[in-house]
């Protein structure tokens, strides 16, 4: 069952991080002012947790009391979708021979994009895998594919998602899910929270790959993308809420993303606000793109994709809807399209 939560302000932040590690309850989002808590709950800790929050004064109300149905119901609905889809035409993709004789040319600009680091953040797979489609196969953009180096890892954490389609969403399953953590720091301290921070830095080989990639290309990396949901966000460092030298092209570049967003959305979604980690979200410490940031790649960000369920952001937002599925690609790839653009304009080449 899921619970939400309502923390309005710091000393119940506190109290909620401390019902965490003392119940092992599964956040899928902190509080931030303006934003709920949401928090999955296992039955046995239900009648504990309501008492503790009771007795804090916190408020709450359960969004939904067995979420079971809702992952079944999703389940069917996928496996219907996946058999009605007829594949994808080909003209004007890029062939065989020019994707296998590709030769690096070091004067270009590389963008980063990576999704489900997170591995519950099921949304994001369509739209790094569309972002493949747009440059590979259905090209409409052909300075981008030209002018730009693309690397794109879909699943940057992939024992995390087997398991998560595999166990639901049940935490105890789920321990290299907060891989996103593992970059730098300290927060969480039990291996099954989402805020674990691994043995230490880049202890887990997916980190290091991620790192390794990285720090090969940070050179000539204009833009690194990390894909998670749900919140219709565009983040940047870093996550302490100290802001890096060139916040204000981070942000120029950032709602110049989001326009393009918003422009295609479903009327349903909210717009995206961008900002800040700390200060539009919560403080979190040793991100993915933070670390791309402090590094060197000069356009570091953490997308929060739409959450998509009859429409409005809920404790489901994590879960897919068939029919939000294609709809994530495209208004995605709008806003990394305009931040590709930004990255040519920028490095005078548009
Ligand atoms: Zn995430």
Redesign the pocket.
């Known amino acids: 069952m899921a619970v939400i939560m309502l923390s309005e302000s710091e000393i119940h932040a506190e109290v909620l991080n401390n019902l965490e590690s003392k119940h092992n309850l599964d956040f899928w989002q902190r509080a931030a002012p303006g934003y709920d808590a949401v928090v999955l709950v296992p039955k046995q800790y239900r009648f504990l947790l309501d008492i503790a929050l009771l007795f804090n004064g916190i408020k709450f109300k359960v969004q939904v009391d067995n979420v079971k149905p809702f992952l079944d119901e999703e389940n069917h609905l996928l496996t219907e979708a996946s058999r009605r889809n007829s594949g994808i035409g080909r003209n004007g993709a890029l062939t065989f021979n020019k994707i296998h004789s590709y030769e690096e040319d070091h004067r270009k600009p590389v963008i980063f994009v990576q999704s489900l ?2 591995a ?2 099921w949304v ?1 797979l369509p739209a790094s895998l569309y972002t493949i489609h747009k440059l590979v196969i259905d090209i409409t953009e052909r300075d981008l594919v030209e002018k730009i180096d693309w690397i794109i890892l879909p699943i940057a954490n992939p024992d995390g998602y087997v398991a998560s389609r595999r166990n639901l969403l049940f935490p105890e399953h789920l321990q290299r899910r907060g891989l ?1 953590q593992k970059f730098r720091f300290r927060l969480g301290n039990f291996a099954c929270s989402e805020v674990f921070h691994g043995r230490r830095a880049f202890s887990e080989p997916e980190t290091r790959i991620i790192k390794t990639i990285l720090d090969q290309y940070v050179r000539r990396m204009e833009m690194f993308i990390d894909i ?2 749900f919140g219709s966000m565009i983040l940047y460092g870093y996550g302490t809420g100290e802001l890096p030298a060139n916040a204000l092209t981070l942000q120029v570049a950032g709602v110049n993303m989001a326009q393009a967003i918003d422009s295609v959305k479903r009327p349903y979604n909210k717009d995206y606000t961008v900002g800040n980690f700390a200060l539009v979200l919560n403080k979190a410490s040793g991100t993915c793109s933070d670390y791309a940031q402090a590094i060197g790649v000069p356009l570091a960000y ?1 997308f ?1 994709l739409p959450g998509f369920r009859f429409g409005f952001d809920t404790a489901l937002g994590f879960l897919v809807h068939p029919d939000f599925i294609e709809q994530a690609g495209i208004e995605t790839w709008e806003g990394i399209k305009s931040g590709a653009q930004f990255v040519l304009r920028v490095v005078g080449q548009a």
């Open positions: 680091l997170h519950r953040d994001t996103e998670h949901s953490t929060k």
